[in-house]
């Protein structure tokens, strides 16, 4: 799965980076976090609000994401281009912001956790463990002119970095409360 969703065909002015997080809890409660494109601040602490400027919430719907202050820019627009619920694969691309992440396109994929196991045989095979979660996230985005490639990459992998890590916090502590999805009523 890394190689079909998280290998970007670049361009001269684009960087790309994966990065991966283990959460201790369940992929359906992660993902029940990870796919609400209309609730992204549920666990991403640099948006303080997110309104549906057109769709539903699923593919093809456009939000409009206020950051925080302190952050490079106030809004984006973003794009929910592709959702697998069976293979959890979430694609979301920024089509317009105030910010330097131009041409942003963010990939994240769920995993279960698998642990080596000894067979009837002697040998050892993976198998899942149901309590862990791997998030990959994987991203382009263009480099600005005043600006380089490694740069870039480093802003925006601390920034990704920093969101998985608040996606681990949320889902732990949801977790550890007996939560076992999100609940939108509430949020």
């Known amino acids: 799965m890394v190689k079909l969703y998280h290998t970007h065909e670049l361009s001269p002015k684009q960087c790309s980076s994966m990065l991966v997080q283990t959460i201790d809890a369940p992929l359906p409660l992660v993902w029940s976090l990870v ?3 209309d609730k ?9 609000s997110c309104t549906l400027l057109s769709g539903d919430g699923g593919v093809g719907s ?7 202050s302190g952050f490079p820019g106030k809004k984006s627009i973003e794009r929910f281009d592709f959702l697998d619920d069976e293979m959890h694969v979430c694609v979301f691309s ?5 910010h330097s992440f131009l041409n942003f396109k963010s990939t994240i994929t769920l995993h ?8 009837d045989d002697g040998g050892k095979v ?3 463990t149901g309590k862990s979660t791997v998030a990959i996230e994987s991203y382009v985005v263009d480099f600005p002119e005043n600006s380089c490639k490694d740069d870039t990459c480093e802003v925006t992998d601390n920034i990704l970095r920093w969101q998985l890590r608040s996606l681990a916090w949320v889902a732990e502590n949801m977790a550890i409360s ?10």
């Open 40 to 48: 992204p601040q549920c666990y991403k602490n640099f948006i303080s």
């Open 35 to 37: 796919k609400k494109f």
């Open 126 to 128: 993976l198998s899942s």
């Open 94 to 98: 920024v089509v317009n912001a105030d």
């Open 112 to 119: 279960e956790e698998e642990e080596e196991e000894e067979d």
């Open 178 to 187: 007996g939560v076992s999805s999100l609940d939108l009523k509430k949020t």
């Open 62 to 68: 456009i939000r409009e994401v206020t950051l925080v």
